[in-house]
């Protein structure tokens, strides 16, 4: 990274890409008749969205850079966060939604965790810290709602 306004032009794709997949997501599931899924991946995608709407805002201001998907680097495929499409499969439980959803986040946070090692930008720096520390946040939410599923407790989409 060497902007600020580079980072923010990849946090912002990245929420986007997060919202949008874990929203398909839970449109296939809610069509397959999963709804336990369904609504999971539906809160996955709002909270993408507020998370976005924060990213939009910070960038806001500012000059952004205008680049199309084709010109994004990302350590993978797609962008850290986007959930993996097999979790289209209509027959998927809750386990491993929520495994998919984990590895998603988990993928951000290290994300994050790289601009902010690699970065020698003190702005720079802050802002990853602090989009870090809310994917960890995230990673710390889905191991809580992995756990209440394990023992057979109701989890906050119920």
Request: with cysteine; net charge negative.
């Amino acid at each position: 990274m060497k902007t600020v306004e580079e980072f923010l032009a990849y946090a912002v794709k990245l929420e986007e890409e997060a919202a949008l997949r874990f929203g398909e997501l839970a449109d296939v599931m809610q069509t397959c008749g999963n709804g336990d899924v369904a609504r999971l991946f539906r809160r996955l995608s709002d909270y993408s969205r507020l998370h976005l709407a924060d990213a939009r805002a910070r960038a806001s201001f500012r000059d952004m850079p205008q680049m199309s998907a084709r010109e994004y680097v990302w350590p993978d495929l797609e962008s850290p966060e986007t959930a993996g499409i097999w979790a289209a499969d209509p027959m998927i439980g809750r386990g491993q939604a929520l495994e998919i959803a984990r590895d998603a986040e988990e993928a951000s946070l290290n994300y994050y965790r790289g601009v902010f090692e690699s970065t020698q930008d003190p702005e720079i720096r802050v802002l990853a810290k602090e989009f870090l520390e809310e994917e960890s946040e995230h990673v710390r939410e889905i191991n809580k709602w992995i756990a209440a599923h394990t023992e057979g407790r109701r989890l906050p989409v119920d």
